[in-house]
T-cell receptor, first 114, second 109 residues
């Protein structure tokens, strides 16, 4: 089991460029989420998905798109990067079986927008 | 939305000392987790503990759901315990975690 994997580990973008952060999990978890972590702060929820084909917005969704075509993958798209999106991005997954929502996190992607 | 408050925000210890970190939350929760973020940024699951007490080696955690708080105990601290400790909860009506702002722990040799 690889758990939750994220690529790339590091990325530098120029303002206005687009890119996709990849997230995959091999635990057959229904729930997947994207969070961002800014310096000195906790993680904030961007978007989440409760299953293939179903996504919803979290606390800070502006500037990001997501889709969930398979159980395993949950990519995060930045359509036009802005310096305010410089952050560390974490993907997480969980399975709600019997109301148990323990979440498992990937290693993160450190994004810098110049 | 739910509020999650952690205290203290910063803690400096000498190696071998014990410590208690606290997490208060403002509403009922389905899930409470403690994480350690190491100096390389990796988030490590410590405990899944919506209620009760659990122990794992030198670490233990207690959640009193009816009083809306959780405590993380670190005994005989080591320099490798340094990092940020986060408490995160899933409120009763939600599915995703809300994080506290963390406790920055520094253990000195």
């Amino acid at each position: 089991n690889a758990g939750v994997t994220q690529t790339p580990k590091f990325q530098v973008l120029k303002t206005g460029q687009s890119m996709t952060l990849q997230c995959a999990q091999d635990m057959n978890h229904e729930y997947m989420s994207w969070y961002r972590q800014d310096p000195g702060m906790g993680l904030r929820l961007i978007h989440y998905s409760v299953g293939a084909g179903i996504t919803d917005q979290g606390e800070v969704p502006n500037g990001y798109n997501v889709s969930r075509s398979t159980t395993e993958d949950f990519p995060l798209r930045l359509l036009s990067a802005a310096p305010s999106q410089t952050s560390v991005y974490f993907c997480a997954s969980s399975s709600p079986g019997q109301g148990h929502y323990e979440q498992y996190f990937g290693p993160g992607t450190r994004l810098t927008v110049t | 939305g739910i509020q999650v408050e952690q205290s203290p925000p910063d803690l400096i210890l000498q190696e071998g000392a014990n410590s208690t970190l606290r997490c208060n939350f403002s509403d009922s929760v389905n899930n409470l987790q403690w994480f350690h973020q190491n100096p390389w940024g990796q988030l490590i699951n410590l405990f899944y503990i919506p209620s009760g007490t659990k122990q794992n080696g030198r670490l233990s955690a207690t959640t009193v759901a009816t009083e809306r708080y959780s405590l993380l105990y670190i005994s005989s601290s080591q320099t490798t315990d340094s990092g940020v400790y986060f408490c995160a909860v899933v409120p009763g009506s939600a599915r995703q975690l809300t994080f506290g702002s963390g406790t920055q722990l520094t253990v000195l040799p």
